[in-house]
């Protein structure tokens, strides 16, 4: 099959610095709320850390020349906060910064255009230990951080992200207690969550301020929901999911304020979101130049009598398996039509001039391996085909699709799975 796609179209590769950097205490590198959080038994299968992860850290010369081979166009990877700044603000540590500036001066020299995330979930300890993303401290540090990094790669980094999936961060880190930092309170999480769109602001005032050259984005993971039964509870939580999944974040930037069901429903259920006086106008007034959208999988809502259309509506989606359908590793259905339905759907609700898909991949078995170690893929080269399939769909019904980041360059620490699922194009060995 083959698919043709402009000459400027990007392809590209993902990753994150905690989950391939490893050398999480070297060099002066500060703690990062995810050291914290895999160093404490149980959080993680099989007791997982990033603490070597892919040792990227040691061999990104190595791994540039890999992505060289791959003929990638651009590379999507995040900086980790505390190996800059090891107290979250103030001293910079060095050694940490050289890291980074070898590693996107290898980039330009290999032709690959850098694509950077401010924040992968990679908070520094000692910020946390001060309230974290629970107090408003924290988004002047996250301003400071951006503003710095910004000058630092002037002219050198022309694409910008400041958060990768402010949905996860906010509600498996504060609600669900699954990620870092590991806190189970939904107020804690809906406060969370306005303080990450109030520091997105900030970052690109900061950006525009600065006159930066490049554009700043905003990368969210999104899902086009179905309603599979026609019952009200099953409309009701299939409003919940599309507005905390897919308009939560979107719809401040975009139309200057929260879904009013979900607030509705956050009243019902007795929290409160405390936003300050201009907040909404600020995030509003700094939108993104360009939305990043990691897509996985559709979610199909079910009529369950237990939901309540409230918060639980976790209990109602994708609760029955799809005949036929392939699932991943991860337990993700394969469902190609996915990424054209959220982009033709993101496209339709929300006026952005440029949209990528930040992250599409499989976790798949990576079984058969052969004498030259080369791992027989061709249900990973499926999966992508058939999702750059629907991608051009998309684009030739005039979705402003700029880019394709495959996730992930290389296997690598998947948070709560540890390194059991590997997502990679480069199969890592996690011995050596
Ligand atoms: C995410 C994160 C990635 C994950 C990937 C697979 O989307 O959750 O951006 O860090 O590893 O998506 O789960």
Not at 75 to 82: A, D, K, L
Not at 344 to 361: C, H, Q, R, S, T
Request: glycine residues 8%; aromatic residues 14%.
């Amino acid at each position: 099959m083959e698919i043709k796609f402009d000459k400027d179209f990007i392809f590209g590769a993902a990753t994150s610095s905690y989950q391939i950097e490893g050398a999480w205490d070297k060099d002066g590198k500060g703690p990062s709320i995810w050291d914290v959080f895999t160093h404490q038994k149980g959080n993680i299968r099989n007791n997982d850390t990033g603490d070597t992860a892919c040792a990227h850290y040691e061999k990104y010369r190595e791994d540039i020349g890999l992505m060289k081979e791959l003929n990638l166009k651009s590379y999507r990877f995040s900086i980790n906060w505390p190996r800059v700044f090891p107290q979250g603000r103030g001293g910079i540590n060095p050694k940490g910064l050289e890291f980074y500036d070898n590693l996107v001066d290898g980039l330009i020299a290999a032709g690959i255009e850098p694509n950077i995330t401010l924040y992968h979930w990679e908070l520094p300890q000692a910020l946390h230990n001060e309230g974290g993303w629970e107090s408003r401290e924290t988004i002047d540090d996250f301003a400071e951080y951006a503003a710095f990094m910004f000058e630092h790669f002037r002219g050198r980094v022309k694409l910008w992200s400041t958060f990768n999936e402010p949905y996860v961060v906010a509600n498996l880190g504060y609600r669900m207690g699954i990620f870092a930092p590991g806190i189970k309170d939904p107020q804690k999480a809906l406060q969370v969550s306005h303080h990450l769109n109030v520091a997105h602001a900030k970052a690109v005032a900061v950006f525009r301020k600065k006159k930066i050259q490049g554009k700043i984005g905003i990368v969210h993971c999104m899902s086009p929901v179905q309603k599979m039964d026609n019952t009200l509870s099953c409309a009701e939580n299939a409003e919940m999911v599309d507005g905390m999944f897919n308009k939560w974040f979107l719809e401040p930037s975009f139309k200057g304020s929260y879904p009013e069901r979900i607030m509705d429903v956050i009243k019902k259920e007795g929290m409160e979101l405390h936003a300050e006086k201009n907040d909404m106008e600020s995030i509003k007034e700094n939108r993104a130049d360009w939305l990043g959208i990691n897509y996985y999988f559709r979610t199909r809502v079910f009529d369950t009598p237990g939901g309540s259309g409230g918060f639980d509506w976790k209990k109602s989606v994708n609760i029955k398996p799809v005949e036929g359908a392939l699932y991943t590793e991860m337990g993700w259905e394969v469902y190609p039509e996915g990424i054209y339905e959220i982009l033709k759907d993101v496209n339709k609700n929300y006026k952005i001039p440029e949209l990528y898909i930040a992250e599409n991949g499989a976790a798949m078995k990576d079984a058969v391996i052969d004498e030259n170690g080369i791992v027989c893929d061709d249900d990973r080269l499926e999966y992508i085909m058939s999702h750059l399939e629907n991608c051009k769909k998309a684009i030739d019904e005039g979705v402003p699709l700029k880019g394709y980041y495959y996730w992930s360059l290389m296997d690598n620490f998947e948070w709560a799975h540890g390194y059991d699922p590997r997502f990679g194009i480069i199969r890592v060995d996690y011995d050596t």
